[in-house]
């Protein structure tokens, strides 16, 4: 059974940066294609970005682009969310989930499409 842990969060200024991890145990990570998700008080849970498993292709939510960053290392069983120029309303829990096809990583980000999801992380942008 795969189960995904979310790593990083916390709290900073606008402007700053937060890198977040998603591990995984228990499947192989590399054969999954993986989103983030964030969701802010009183608001529905949104797409923020995803990575498919197999060419690497990569895509952001339009809030996000230019200053996130997906990555994985399938080596350590791992995806990143790198998040620079942070802004007070990117402040929400942010949750990585898996899903084993690709077809699950396009230009929206849908949670109904991922199927293995980790408990969340908080990020807090404030001064």
């Known amino acids: 059974q795969l189960q995904l842990v979310e790593f990083g969060g916390g709290s900073v200024q606008p402007g700053g940066s937060l890198r977040l991890s998603c591990a995984a145990t228990?499947?192989?990570?590399?054969?999954?294609?993986i989103g983030w998700f964030r969701q802010a008080p009183g608001k529905e849970r949104e797409g923020v970005s995803c990575?498919?498993?197999?060419?690497?292709?990569?895509h952001y939510a339009d809030s996000v682009k230019g200053r996130f960053t997906i990555s994985r290392d399938n080596v350590n069983n791992t995806v990143y969310l790198q998040m620079n120029s942070l802004k007070p309303e990117d402040t929400a829990v942010y949750y990585c989930?898996?899903?084993?096809?690709?077809?699950?990583?396009?230009?929206?980000?849908?949670?109904?499409?991922?199927?293995?999801w980790g408990q969340g992380t908080q990020v807090t942008v404030s001064s």
């Open positions: 990575i498919r498993s197999a060419e690497l292709r990569t």
């Open positions: 989930a898996a899903e084993n096809s690709d077809y699950a990583c396009g230009r929206r980000i849908l949670e109904s499409e991922y199927e293995h």
């Open positions: 228990g499947r192989t990570l590399a054969y999954y294609a």
